[in-house]
C-alpha cells in the first residue's frame, strides 16, 4: 500500500517546482521544453507506424521499427511524467517508467547490433542512381543489339533469297550449254569416230563425263537451295514405310545391279515433312549402295525406336530433352575413319577419289540441312561391322529451324563465292 501511494505522490516527498523555489520563470522553462521535447517524441513513432501500415509491401525489418517506436514513447513518456513531478511527486511512478524505458532501449540496441552489417551493405542514393544509369546503358546497348540483329536477319534473309535465285538460274541457265557441250562431243563421238584417233576420242570421253558430273553437282545444289522453301513446308503424320518405300523405288536400278538386300520390319507413323525424308533416305540408302567392300553383297537395315530423355550422340557434345524418335540406317560397307564422322556432313567434302566412287559430295550436306529443317540431328557411328546413320526427330515437330536451315545456306553461299 504504502509503494502505491508513493507512486501517486502520497508519501510525504516535496515535488519538483519546490527545488525551483516555484519561481514561474524557472518552471514554465522546464514545462514547456518538456512538453515539445514529448510531443515531438510521440510524432516519431506515429509516423513510423503509419509509414508502415501504408506500405504496399512488407519491410522485413519491421519488428526493429516497432521495437524503436515503443522505445520513443517510453521517452516521450519520461517527459510528460518530468512536467507532472514540478507539481506532484511521483518519483517511483517516474523511476518505473525510466526502468522500462532502460529495459526496451537495451533490447532495441541489442537487436540493432546485427543489422549493422546489412544496413552497411545497402547501397545510398547517389549508388542507387549510378546502378539505375548503368542499367539504362545496358537496356540502350541491348537494345541497339536487336536492331542490329533485325537489320543483320534481313539481311541473311534476303542472302538466302539471292542464294535460291542463284540456283534456278543455275539450273537453267547453265544445265543449258552444259547440255550442248555433252550433246556435241557424243555425235562427235557417234559420226566421226573412224576419223577420230585415240587420243582425241578418249578426250571426247573426258568431255562428256566432266559435263554429266557437272550437271550432277548443279542438280545437288539445287537440292540443297531447295530444302525448307515455304512452298514445301508440308509437315504430315504419314506412315514412314511408304517413305522408305519410295526411297527404295527411286534407287531401284542401282539395287539390282548390286543385289542389295534393305531390311526394316514395323515402321511407325511419324510427323514430317515426307517429301524431304524421302531425299534423306535416298541419300543414305545410296551410299550404303555406293560404298561396299569387294565382293560383299550390300546389307541395309533401317530401324526406329521411340525415347524419352536426355540423350547425347556418341562423342557426348548432343543433348535433347523429350520424346523424340531415332532413325538408325546400318549397312556393311567400308566403314568411316573416326577423325572423319563429323567432316563428312560438309558440303563437297569427299573421303575418297572421283576414280573409285563418283558423286559430288553434297548428298550428306543435304541430309543434315534436312535433319536441322526437321527440328533434330543427323551424325554418324562406324565399326568393324560397316557405318551407322542415326536420325533423331521430334515426335511433335516445332516451326521450322530457321536459324539452321539459313546456316547451312549462307555456308553453300561463301562455297559458291
Known sequence: MSILLDAVGA????????????????????????????????????????????????????????????????CGLSHILGIITVWKPIYYLQGIEKALTAAVSLATAIAIIPLVPKLLAMRSPEELAEANQRLREEVATREQAERELKHSLEELNRAVKELEQFAYITSHDLQAPLRTISGFSQLLTRRHRDKLDGDALEFLDYIDKGARQMQLLIQDLLALSRVGRAEDARFERKPLADSVTRAIKALQSAINRSGAEIVFGALPEIEANHGLLVQLLQNLIGNAIKFQRPDVRPRVTLTIERQTGVITDAAGNLADAGDHWELVVADNGIGIAQEHLESIFAIFRKLHSPEEYDGTG??????????????????????????????????????PRLAAETGAALRTVAVLR
Open 11 to 74: 508519501s510525504g516527498l516535496l515535488p519538483h517546482g519546490v527545488c525551483f523555489q516555484l519561481r514561474p520563470d524557472l518552471i514554465w522553462l522546464h514545462v514547456v521544453s518538456d512538453a515539445i521535447i514529448a510531443v515531438a517524441y510521440l510524432m516519431i513513432p506515429a509516423t513510423l507506424l503509419w509509414f508502415i501500415r501504408k506500405r504496399r509491401t512488407p519491410l522485413s525489418l519491421g519488428w526493429v521499427l516497432v521495437l524503436f517506436a515503443a522505445f520513443i514513447v517510453l
Open 362 to 399: 553434297i548428298g550428306l550436306a543435304i541430309c543434315r540441312k534436312i535433319a536441322a529443317y526437321h527440328g533434330g540431328h543427323i551424325w554418324a557411328t562406324s565399326d568393324e561391322t560397316g557405318t551407322q546413320f542415326h536420325l533423331r526427330l521430334p515426335v511433335s515437330i516445332p516451326q
